[in-house]
C-alpha cells in the first residue's frame, strides 16, 4: 500500500500463468466468440491479467511463453493488454 510508485520500462515477454476460456459473453461481448483470458507472469516478475490473441485456444498450456501483441484499443474498446505465443 505504498505511495512510493513508478514507471517502469518492461520487456513484454511473460509465460502464461493461468487462463480460462470465456464462451459467454455479457453486454457488448453477447456475441462474441470464445475468448481466452489470461493472468501473463512478465518476465519482470508481476503478474497481469490480458487477452490471449491470434492463438487456437485448444493450444493454449499454462507455462507457455508469451509476447505483447497490443495494448491500443481496437474497434472502439477500451485500452488492454494483448499476448500471443512468442515464436521460438
Not at 457488448?28 to 518476465?43: G, H, K, Q, T
Amino acid at each position: 500500500m505504498s505511495a512510493d510508485l513508478r514507471y517502469e520500462d518492461l520487456s513484454g515477454r511473460g509465460t502464461v500463468y493461468s487462463y480460462t476460456i470465456n464462451h459467454r459473453g455479457q453486454g457488448r461481448y453477447a456475441d462474441s466468440p470464445p475468448f481466452a483470458i489470461a493472468y501473463v507472469e512478465l518476465a519482470e516478475g508481476p503478474r497481469v491479467l490480458a487477452h490471449l490473441v491470434d492463438w487456437p485456444l485448444e493450444s493454449i498450456q499454462i507455462g507457455a511463453e508469451v509476447v505483447l501483441a497490443a495494448t491500443a484499443p481496437v474497434d472502439g474498446e477500451s485500452p488492454r493488454l494483448r499476448f500471443t505465443l512468442a515464436q521460438p
